[in-house]
DNA sequence: TCATTTTTTGACCGCATGGCCAGAATCTAG
DNA sequence: CTAGATTCTGGCCATGCGGTCAAAAAATGA
């Protein structure tokens, strides 16, 4: 037996860093190809190569993968993303690079976001409820809120719900790699480049200028 | 044995229509309350009161049963919802009233909406892709598309991407219910207004006259 | 009333899942 | 080389699923 694989998780041998890299690599693989309800442990065992119980040695169950592809994905998708927001210099601009530059995350990284989305929405506790609930998208609706609130402050935003227009954005966010995984054809950084706009115009501030001429 | 229940059904005596509109509700009532994945045939059954066979008896098989819920619920959306659109003389004021009333027929018949997010989320074929996939979601699309395009052609709205913001609009309808029956304290038409203000600007034509003053 | 049909029941089937574990294989020190 | 720890295998388990079925029950009609 093993005493280690705690929520007090420590140090782990090198090999079983390795050997969860790879077991993490092949659900994520497994999910965007098959979805989730059809990743079953030994699906993805198969994917690995391994054995079944493999996964049960190194992981505490399928929940605790699932908990680390989750955050896997979202640690590389800030990593990726954060520095293109960052360097903005306003908050319009702010809004445009997180829309595009999770679009271009997307497109680098193809089945990442597919497995999140799957991971999320399929995701259930043993008595049915959804695994990945209010407490996680709150993390996702504050950065937002903030960048909002920035912009209110600066006079680029009109006065709006930010919460509202928070989830409208991460929703719209979703629809947009759904529909273009579903439509291949569909241009995803057109896509996101005319969504952008839709949400810049959404909030921005009544223009106090005049028309021209 | 009977003959009946094909495909190419005809008249069902009044006690076979009276039980599949019992199971119907059932199932609704069911999905609503424990999530699609949790709804099995029992367990709708045991909602409704009767035994699991009878369910197998009176419809094909589980699909044949999501497939009736699905039309009836969408059947009494569009009942309440497209009058309140047709009543409107302009492109934005249809627009806020098809956010508007849908966000109604909600709140009057809470649980439906849920129950048809559920299903299209969830339900799945043999083969494990989802069961409602582009053709059943084209044609949430067309209507709104239809929408923007005589909003655009009679000079109320931009020209703007109508593929891209009806994938957003219905999103963002779709996170609005989400939301809202995971926050219950938050007004759900409240939260329709502000979301239609957010539509209706992200499209609007620019303001030709210049601000007051 | 009684024969026939329609409807309901509850047990049962095959299947897939997540998890478990005894034993085999492999690696690591001494 | 050998003993012990680590890792892996493949079969097994209980559970729950959708669906089926023979038999019981209820409704129907002559």
Redesign the interface.
């Known amino acids: 037996m093993r005493s280690k694989n705690e929520t007090s998780g420590q140090k782990r041998s090198f090999i079983e860093k390795a050997r969860r890299a790879q077991i993490i690599t092949a659900a994520v693989d497994t999910i965007a190809e098959?979805?989730y309800?059809?990743a079953s442990l030994a699906r993805i065992a198969d994917t690995a190569g391994i054995s079944k119980g493999v996964i049960s040695y190194h992981f505490a169950g399928k929940d605790e993968l699932m908990d680390q592809v989750v955050t896997d994905i979202y640690t590389e998708i800030g990593e990726s993303v954060l520095p293109r927001i960052m360097e903005q210099q306003n908050a319009a601009d702010m809004l445009r690079a997180h829309v595009r530059g999770v679009a271009g995350y997307a497109l680098t990284h193809p089945g990442r976001m597919a497995t999140l989305t799957q991971i999320f929405?399929?995701a259930?506790k043993a008595d049915?409820?959804?695994r990945y609930?209010?407490a996680e998208t709150e993390a996702l609706y504050e950065p937002l809120e903030n960048l909002y609130r920035a912009g209110q402050d600066s006079g680029e935003f009109r006065d709006?719900?930010v919460?509202?227009?928070a989830?409208?954005q991460?929703?719209?966010l979703?629809?947009?790699f759904s529909?273009c995984s579903?439509?291949p054809d569909?241009d995803l950084m057109a896509?996101a480049h005319?969504?952008s706009?839709?949400?810049v115009?959404?909030?921005r501030a009544?223009?106090?200028?005049?028309?021209p001429m």
């Open positions: 098959v979805g309800p059809n929405t399929h259930r049915g409820t959804p609930g209010a709006f719900d919460r509202v227009m989830v409208t991460q929703a719209a979703d629809a947009m529909y579903l439509h569909h896509y005319e969504l706009e839709l949400l115009r959404a909030i009544d223009p106090p200028s005049p028309a």
